[in-house]
């Protein structure tokens, strides 16, 4: 059947800090602030310095967390940002997935 599922298949849900679940999130964000979104953002100037805060500020608030830390180069490329976002979620909230599941 096409529509069949095989348990034995099934993929634990990726962690809340990995680059499948932040880089669309991000992504979202520049895309919101700019109307698309480019990998390369200060470094090429797509990005401007109001318009960087203004992509940490929609990003905060999308994920409930603090880019307090971030720093200028953070937001040299989509990639940098992505990795930067990544640490301050693994920062935040690291303790709690592994608080949930057993053997995480």
Do not use: C, W, Y
Request: proline share 7%; glycine share 6%; net charge negative.
């Amino acid at each position: 059947h096409v529509f069949t599922i095989d348990a034995s298949q099934d993929a634990p849900p990726p962690p809340p800090d990995s680059d499948a679940v932040l880089r669309p999130r991000v992504q979202a964000a520049v895309h919101r602030v700019r109307g698309r979104v480019e990998e390369e953002l200060l470094r090429s100037g797509f990005l401007d310095s109001i318009a960087a805060m203004e992509v940490v500020a929609a990003i905060q608030k999308d994920l409930g967390i603090s880019l307090a830390d971030m720093q200028m180069s953070d937001m040299a490329t989509l990639t940098s940002l992505v990795q930067a976002v990544s640490s301050a979620v693994r920062g935040q909230h690291g303790a709690a997935p592994a608080n949930r599941a057993a053997g995480s």
